[in-house]
Nanobody, 125 residues
């Protein structure tokens, strides 16, 4: 079983940037497609929103409509680390951000079985 640990969250102002990281251990990181989801305040786990996904090689990336053009997903298979560069943040981006792993990039929470513990991102207006 692969373990995932996110970091990099925090409190920022609107317009700021943040870079999230997700370090994987326990299995071969490059065997997995990876994704970022977020869970906004008051939302249930099954309502987690797909933010971005990346293929095992990094050659293909996918984004949710609300973050296209502002967020960039990437991975380093040598460092076993997934990243999410978030620019032009707004209060609507406030959420707990989770990384997840699967055999392919999927768009729904129930399609992933491996999750990190999450990292809080709070954006003030």
């Amino acid at each position: 079983q692969m373990q995932l640990v996110e970091s990099g969250g925090g409190l920022v102002q609107a317009g700021d940037s943040l870079r999230l990281s997700c370090v994987a251990s326990g299995r071969t990181f490059s065997d997995y497609a990876m994704a970022w989801f977020r869970q906004a305040p008051g939302k249930k786990r099954e309502e987690r929103e797909f933010v971005a996904g990346i293929s095992w090689s990094g050659g293909s990336t996918y984004y949710g409509d609300s973050v296209k053009g502002r967020f960039t997903i990437s991975r380093d298979n040598v460092r076993n680390t997934l990243y999410l560069q978030m620019d032009s943040l707004g209060p609507e981006d406030t959420a707990v951000y989770y990384c997840a792993a699967a055999d392919n990039v999927y768009y729904f929470e129930f399609q992933y079985t491996l999750w990190g513990q999450g990292t809080q991102v709070t954006v003030s207006a």
